[in-house]
T-cell receptor, first 113, second 118 residues
Framework: NAGVTQTPKFQVLKTGQSMTLQCAQD?????MSWYRQDPGMGLRLIHY???????DQGEVPNGYNVSRSTTEDFPLRLLSAAPSQTSVYFC????????????FGPGTRLTVT | AQKVTQAQTEISVVEKEDVTLDCVYE???????LFWYKQPPSGELVFLIR??????QNEISGRYSWNFQKSTSSFNFTITASQVVDSAVYFC???????????????FGKGTLLTVNP
């Protein structure tokens, strides 16, 4: 099992550019989510999904879109990047109903200039 | 609303010292889950422990131990005989059990940076 994978590991964008952060898991987890980590802020939930075709907003969803067309993939889209979106992004997944640990990907460090 | 407070922003100790990382949480739910994650300098998040609200037994795993006290809403983490490899940011997190999919959300504390000096 590869677990949770994220690509790219690093990305630099100019203000206004768009991009997609990729997240995939091979554990057949129903629940997937995106967090951002900012210095001194801990991790905050952006969007989450409880299954293919179902997504919902977390704590800080503005400026981000998600979709879930398959169980395995949960991409995060930045439509028009802003410097405030400079952060480290983590994707996580887990089974529903078991309240086990959430498995985190290695993170994507994004800088918007 | 759920909230996690890690009042210690940074802690510095010398190797072999014991160190306790504090975590205080707030929730209205009677059923909830508490977690500790470690983030070493390499940046990944490493799961350490999960505890549900009905299990107040303390847990020990090697040099790590956790003290869960519902009466004080605390879930503290102690490292015994600390080592340089323990240097990391440690996060405490809370997940409530009611409310469907949104409550698989983890609410994280801001983290405690632990530095263990040789």
């Amino acid at each position: 099992n590869a677990g949770v994978t994220q690509t790219p590991k690093f990305q630099v964008l100019k203000t206004g550019q768009s991009m997609t952060l990729q997240c995939a898991q091979d554990m057949n987890h129903e629940y997937m989510s995106w967090y951002r980590q900012d210095p001194g802020m801990g991790l905050r939930l952006i969007h989450y999904s409880v299954g293919a075709g179902i997504t919902d907003q977390g704590e800080v969803p503005n400026g981000y879109n998600v979709s879930r067309s398959t169980t395995e993939d949960f991409p995060l889209r930045l439509l028009s990047a802003a410097p405030s979106q400079t952060s480290v992004y983590f994707c996580a997944s887990s089974y529903l109903g078991r309240r086990d640990e959430q498995y985190f990907g290695p993170g994507t460090r994004l800088t918007v200039t | 609303a759920q909230k996690v407070t890690q009042a210690q922003t940074e802690i510095s100790v010398v190797e072999k010292e014991d160190v306790t990382l504090d975590c205080v949480y707030e929730t209205r739910d009677t059923t909830y889950y508490l977690f500790w994650y470690k983030q070493p300098p390499s940046g990944e998040l490493v799961f350490l422990i999960r505890r549900n609200s009905f299990d107040e037994q303390n847990e020990i795993s090697g040099r790590y131990s956790w003290n869960f006290q519902k009466s004080t809403s605390s879930f503290n983490f102690t490292i015994t005989a600390s080592q340089v490899v323990d240097s990391a940011v440690y996060f405490c997190a809370l997940s409530e059990a009611t409310g469907g999919g949104s409550n698989y959300k983890l609410t994280f504390g801001k983290g405690t940076l632990l530095t263990v000096n040789p």
